[in-house]
């Protein structure tokens, strides 16, 4: 059974670089997309992007210009950098599989981390 | 504010019937498949329907999803106190080219 795991640090001081890793553990990235997802305290979900397992990205536009999405397919890791962070970006990130892509089909999801941008 | 319109909240009595509705357009729900999501407090989301009406294996189905036109529904039948959580529907939406959530709703059970 196919298990995700999110890690980062929790605090990350405003301007500077967001950056995460989620760990699959129990099966293998190929043949699937990985996708980032963030919840803001108390609101919605909202979608950051997507890394289909051959490398190919797609991001939301309105993030686009600061986010990386990348994938480490020796250690079964994808990776998130969120650049020139606000407080705005204080959030729990998930990072969870896509079935098929461009649908919105995720499953599973990991435990989620908090991160607070704050000096 | 949300491209898919959820409403905020809902509520029912145990035993009870409830739907839950998201509206969207021509872009998202009107061109491709609707999924579901339950968050219960504290957790991480959990994928209840996909592909408009299909469970995934160990979900009741007592939930049921639906889809018509530019609108998506989610039904629970036989409300039970654990059903009390966060729903949100995704779709992926064409002009964004990106995936979009709901706003979400929150369920009470009364």
């Known amino acids: 059974q196919v298990q995700l795991q999110e890690s980062g640090p929790g605090l990350v001081k405003p301007s500077e670089t967001l950056s995460l890793t989620c760990t699959i553990s129990?099966?293998?990235?190929?043949?699937?997309?990985w996708t980032w997802i963030r919840q803001s305290p108390g609101k919605g979900l909202e979608w950051i992007g997507y890394?289909?397992?051959?490398?190919?990205?797609n991001y939301k536009s309105s993030l686009k210009n600061r986010v990386t999405i990348s994938l480490d397919t020796s250690n079964n890791q994808i990776s998130l950098k969120l650049t020139s962070v606000i407080a705005a970006d204080t959030a729990v990130y998930y990072c969870?599989?896509?079935?098929?892509?461009?649908?919105?089909?995720?499953?599973?999801w990991g435990q989620g981390t908090l991160v607070t941008v704050s000096s | 504010q949300s491209v898919l319109t959820q409403p905020p909240s809902a509520s029912g009595t145990p035993g009870q019937r409830v739907t839950i509705s998201c509206s969207g357009s021509?872009?998202?729900?009107?061109?491709?498949?609707v999924n579901w999501y339950q968050q219960l407090p504290g957790t991480a989301p959990k994928l209840l329907i996909y592909?408009?009406?299909q469970r995934p294996s160990g979900v009741p189905d007592r939930f049921s999803g639906s889809k018509s036109g530019t609108s998506a529904s989610l039904a629970i039948r036989g409300l039970q106190s654990e059903d009390e959580a966060d729903y949100y529907c995704?779709?992926?939406?064409?002009?964004?080219?990106?995936?979009?959530f709901g706003g979400g709703t929150k369920l009470t059970v009364l």
């Open positions: 969870a599989r896509e079935l098929v892509g461009a649908t919105g089909w995720f499953d599973p």
């Open positions: 129990g099966g293998s990235i190929s043949n699937y997309y």
């Open positions: 890394i289909w397992y051959s490398g190919r990205t």
């Open positions: 021509s872009s998202n729900i009107g061109s491709n498949t």
């Open positions: 592909s408009n009406d």
């Open positions: 995704a779709a992926w939406d064409d002009s964004l080219n990106g995936l979009i």
